[in-house]
């Protein structure tokens, strides 16, 4: 990582500095304030905006670290919300009626047998992973769920990987 230092600047030394001694008077350096002032607010914004990106760009769509998101955002005390997998608990087979027996799906170019899942046993609520939110985080007002739920939403769908679904709970 880049030394942070190489992007600070003291813009009162900076102003004071490029002025000559002779002309180092107080309604000179108030004018050149006032002349530096957008700078210093543009540069106050980059730095907000280098923070940011550094702390997107080493997070992923890794359960551990979207979970440290969510919590950074919107836990950061207790560190309540936690994040669970789905996991294959069975397969489904098929068994013909009359013999009982299973019946296999062969794929013609490899031979092997093809297993299917049956989605109620493969993911209880049909996604790829589960957000636990704790019940002490739920706002009073319906508005303000739907709020919150949306900012968790775009926090989720921004780390994600493409393609993966996800669901909210309540845990009590």
């Known amino acids: 990582m880049v030394n942070g230092n190489i992007y600070s600047v ?3 030394k900076f ?3 490029l002025l ?3 002309l180092r008077k107080p309604k000179l350096l108030s004018f050149l304030r006032a002349l530096i002032s957008p700078f210093v607010s543009i540069h106050g914004s980059f730095f907000n905006f280098k923070t940011e990106a550094i702390y997107k760009t080493e997070h992923n769509a890794s359960i ?3 979970q440290k998101v969510l919590n950074d955002h919107f836990d950061n005390v207790e560190r309540r919300i936690f ?7 069975a397969t489904q087979h098929y068994y013909d009626k009359d013999q009982g027996e299973p019946l296999y799906f062969y794929d013609k170019d490899k031979g092997d ?3 299917f899942f049956d989605m109620g046993t493969f993911n209880v609520y049909g996604s790829d992973f589960t957000v636990f939110l704790p019940i002490g985080m739920r706002p009073l007002y319906e508005g303000d769920e739907e709020r919150l739920l949306t900012r968790i939403k775009a926090y989720l769908d921004y780390y994600k990987m493409f393609g993966t ?3 909210i709970i309540w845990l009590s």
């Open 10 to 12: 003291d813009y009162d």
């Open 15 to 17: 102003r004071e500095q």
């Open 20 to 22: 000559p001694l002779v």
């Open 64 to 66: 551990t670290l979207l």
């Open 83 to 89: 994040i669970n997998n789905a996991s294959i608990t």
């Open 113 to 115: 047998p093809q297993w």
């Open 165 to 167: 679904k996800y669901t």
